[in-house]
């Protein structure tokens, strides 16, 4: 580890490196939750996260794809 204020060099040790580390790795699963949380509120508001339930008892290949998956 480099003091760039005092220009000397030194070590903090194993453990002071994992800590550093592991907060690093905490702040990124924070961080991701927090992204992912605010996309999903967006995405629910602008186009819904679900088709209408008249449609997907329908079937939804019919509803969004006009033609059916099976043959009856």
Do not use: F
Request: proline share 1%.
């Amino acid at each position: 580890m480099t003091d760039w204020v005092t220009a000397t060099v030194g070590s903090n040790g194993i453990g002071a490196q994992v800590w550093i580390q592991l907060k690093g790795v905490l702040l990124t699963i924070v961080w991701s939750g927090v992204v992912s949380l605010i996309a999903y509120k967006i995405v629910d508001t602008v186009i819904g996260l679900r088709v209408p339930e008249d449609e997907e008892r329908e079937g939804l290949d019919i509803t969004s794809h006009g033609e059916t998956a099976y043959h009856n």
